[in-house]
């Protein structure tokens, strides 16, 4: 993530486009991992455990990876943090001021990390046109996208083997690693791969990352799979158990149909924004909608496949890390159903589809157009 220098390349006439190609390549390259097996996921977790961090507990690490810087406002020397200066992009969009509102906001976000934040697990902008909520949210957007690049930033998902063999519709799963990436498909909702394991095991290799964290503030890992992974697994189950296999998860997450891959943080991807002009029904702005045509092919047993979902909602698009909702008076019909959501953890689909959501709220609004 760090910024690099190349106007002090060659960049003579003869030399061109490459300094350039090469930077970028050398971009690119510093953000990707080969995927890994499961196994090897959680070996990596347990010398590195802050990677397992929740949703939380990784956006406060990701401010304070950036350090801070001394100031004096109003009088009053005090300590900055630089994520807010937008280091990124020179400061294109670095918040002016409001530090002691900044720093009361990174409080307010480590108490909740830690569990100490009681009922108050909802962060509330309230502020009139040009008090720098704006720059705030170009502030967590690029911030994250650059820790989320960094070594000590990486955050992983799942993903499946869902290659169309024998051309029938929806998942398959073949018996032999797949050769092609794009039998290889994504949790659509960046879901945490350590969901993958029951939730009593789960617990106690959560644990025994807490034991191995320097840090006062432990891991959390609460939220079950997906619906869409859900679907794989419990297919695969079904199948390996009526094959007599007796090491069922073993098989189900055997490196033929599972693996676990980095992805950058992006608007879509572990950020989910509510601009105040988007519309939809309360589950399409929230979650997202079924998609007719998918769902025609891939009715599953007599009921809705979670595969025919969009899981484009704000929620969708933020689990994992954050969810904004700009211009909350704009959206007052879905501010009941979020203020539920850190509490109970879990949105639905649909009537028999639920999914849990590891999500860390920031509501802004705006007096000037509150009605």
Known sequence: GARRDISGSDTSEGAGSEP?????????????EEPMTLSEYVDLLLSSPHLGAHASKYLLAAIEHAGTRTVIEEGEETERYRFFDDPWNDGEHAILGNTAVLNRFVDDLRSIAAGRGKEEKIIWFDGPTATGKSEL???????????????????????????????????????????????????PVQAHPLAVFPPAVRAELVAALNDRLDDHIPVRVEAGLDPFSREAYEYLEEQYRREGVEELFSAVTAPQHLRVKNFVVDVGRGIGILHSEDEGSPKERLVGSWMQGMLRELDSRGRK???AFSYDGVLSQGNGLLTIVEDASQHADLLRKLLNVPDEGRVKLDKGIGMDIDTQLLIISNPDLDV
Not at 20 to 32: C, G, K, N, S
Not at 147 to 173: D, L
């Open 305 to 307: 496949n979670p595969q």
């Open 20 to 32: 350039f190609l090469a930077a970028a390549d050398e971009e690119l390259d510093a953000t990707y």
């Open 137 to 187: 949210k170009r502030c967590l957007v690029n911030g994250l996208r650059e820790y989320s690049k960094t070594e000590e930033g990486r955050r992983y998902t799942v993903e499946w083997n869902v290659a169309g063999a024998g051309g029938s519709p929806g998942m398959t799963y073949g018996d032999t690693q797949p050769t092609d990436e794009d039998d290889w498909y994504a949790s």
